[in-house]
């Protein structure tokens, strides 16, 4: 049997043609990713796929596109993945743990690095990704939740460019000025308008989610998304993120980010000028645009996506978040406000209380209560050095679990 050659065999049919390391390529963005790569073979090629533990799906995506190289974070799934491709036949180098994520995210031939990874998990490799000049596509909200002056320090120091992928943000480097640099304050922007949908629970009454499951809680009514980014959606704690994330990106106070339900997602945000002007970027609710946009930046290349017609868009619907529904959402005003390692506290109490909803140990209501607890309780630090960061991370995650733990304790015991 004649081995299949891999995507980098040929050096002279790939001149001119750009390695794409995708960071998380077995969940939605990355599937999304590869949709639009596969559109543009004469443009792009694939460097590297990584998953944590999902074997089969990134298996079979390696037997699809072939990358040289190819990386999952559990090192017992590297081992099933390993014998998967050794009996196949195919050219795949299997790496395992954050040591193999960073290798392929620095690796020389690797030019883009779509930074996918759902959590805290992404960090770490797409840090590197930036100290190493490549262009990060940066849809996982945390890095910069977590620790976005360094990661805009960084970039500054090392020519990188960071490019966001959600949606909103996409839509609002899109609106920026000609010129513009990610992480710069733009001096003649004076505010942005940052659009949410509203996730499934936006006309629930208060009363009624304190019963919803994580079924209801996935089923987002535009996106289709993975179970921890879809339940933060429901709670705004999403939206919330995207807030952080945005005061780094366009070098903006919490107070100039405005966030504005609309439910038909299709403006996904907008930018007000100084002179009362306000650009917008629309679309169908669809991944593959901004992707494709990132991907090809500043030229645009076809996506996929289906046309916007105006004509069957009957109404265009903004409102007012409300935060007592959605608490989480006011939490993340506070951290953002507050700085230092609070964002990084917020998004780590977040990722536990999000895990024990789903695993169905506390309700969706638990989730801001956990998220608030850990908050007060665990001082912040000014020094949010990366050390720091990765620290108070760590703690954080500590004092949410026994809260999560004691809070169905004395539950168990009829208290609450």
Not at 37 to 66: G, S, W
Not at 316 to 339: I, K, Q, S, T, V
Not at 373 to 385: E, H, S, V
Request: hydrophobic fraction near 40%; proline fraction near 6%.
């Amino acid at each position: 049997m004649t081995t299949p050659k891999n995507n980098f065999t040929d050096e002279r049919a790939n001149h001119g043609v750009r390695g794409v390391t995708i960071l998380g390529s077995t969940g939605s963005i990355g599937i999304n990713t590869l949709d639009v790569l596969a559109r543009h073979p004469d443009r792009y090629r694939i460097m590297a796929l990584t998953a944590n533990t999902q074997v089969e799906r990134l298996f079979e995506q390696c037997q699809k596109y072939l990358p040289p190289k190819a990386v999952m974070l559990d090192p017992h799934s590297a081992i099933r993945l390993k014998e998967k491709v050794r009996k196949s036949g195919i050219a795949v180098e299997v790496l395992s743990g954050i040591e193999g994520l960073n290798t392929v995210a620095t690796h020389l031939r690797t030019h883009i690095v779509v930074a996918a990874i759902v959590g805290a998990a992404g960090l770490m490799p797409t840090l590197a990704a930036v100290r190493a000049k490549k262009r990060v596509l940066l849809a996982n909200k945390e890095p910069l939740v977590m620790s976005g002056h360094i990661f805009i320090n960084e970039a500054r120091a090392s020519g990188a460019e960071l490019i966001p992928v959600d949606s909103e943000h996409n839509a609002i480097f899109q609106c920026m000025p000609i010129g513009y640099t990610t992480g710069a304050a733009p001096a003649t922007v004076k505010r942005i308008f940052l659009t949410c949908s509203g996730g499934p629970f936006r006309t629930f009454p208060a009363e009624a989610l304190v019963s919803v499951t994580p079924e209801q809680a996935c089923a987002h009514p535009k996106w289709v998304m993975g179970p921890k980014i879809s339940v933060d959606s429901a709670t705004l704690m999403n939206k919330g993120l995207e807030l952080i994330e945005a005061c780094w990106l366009f070098g903006v106070t919490p107070d100039q980010v405005e966030i504005v339900i609309h439910p038909q997602s299709v403006v996904h945000s907008m930018v007000e000028y100084v002179d009362g002007s306000v650009l917008a970027q629309l679309s169908n609710p669809d991944m593959r645009t901004p992707i494709a946009h990132a991907l090809a930046w500043p030229e645009r290349i076809e996506s996929g996506v289906k046309s916007l017609d105006p004509f069957e868009l009957a109404r265009l619907d903004f409102e007012r978040p409300d935060l007592n529904r959605f608490p989480c959402l006011r939490l993340a005003y506070e951290a953002a406000r507050a700085g230092g390692t609070t964002p990084a506290i917020l998004n780590a109490a977040n990722e536990v209380a999000v895990q024990a909803f789903l695993d169905r140990r506390i309700g969706f209501t638990d989730i801001p209560r956990v998220i608030e607890y850990t908050l007060k309780n665990l001082p912040a630090n000014r020094d949010n050095q990366l050390g720091t960061v990765l620290s108070d991370d760590v703690h954080a995650r500590e004092m949410a679990g026994r809260y999560v733990t004691e809070r169905l304790s004395h539950m168990s015991q009829g208290v609450t």
